[in-house]
Nanobody, 126 residues
């Protein structure tokens, strides 16, 4: 059974930091690129960051460049998103996603991702 379980969300002040984690199970983690998406109230889900199966390729949304770092630990089947300099507009439900991909390319489109977690709420107060 495939599972992606996000954790680490919560309430933060503007300018603060949060680290999100995603624990994966039920599939061969090293055959999948991993990504974070987010969905704010009343908006479509949007890409945040992605990392290739080896960690050698990463990609960030323009809004997150310089403020976030995606990383993965293939020994622990986890992927993390460190977010700094948080802004109120970062408030959203953050989702972890997995894309079967054995090259170093990482996608930013929802349709490319095969598995999704349930999400974790991030709220940034001004």
């Amino acid at each position: 059974q495939v599972r992606l379980v996000e954790s680490g969300g919560g309430l933060a002040q503007a300018g603060g930091s949060l680290k999100l984690s995603c624990a994966a199970s039920g599939f061969t983690f090293t055959s999948y690129a991993m990504a974070w998406f987010r969905q704010a109230p009343g908006k479509d889900r949007e890409f945040v960051a992605a990392i290739s199966w080896s960690g050698g390729g990463t990609r960030y949304a323009e809004s997150m460049k310089g403020r976030s770092t995606i990383s993965r630990d293939n020994a622990k089947n986890t992927v993390e998103l460190q977010m700094n300099a948080l802004k109120p507009e970062d408030t959203a439900v953050y989702y972890c996603a997995a894309d079967y991909r054995l090259n170093q390319r990482v996608g930013a489109a929802e349709y490319e991702y095969d598995y999704w977690g349930q999400g974790t709420q991030v709220t940034v107060s001004s």
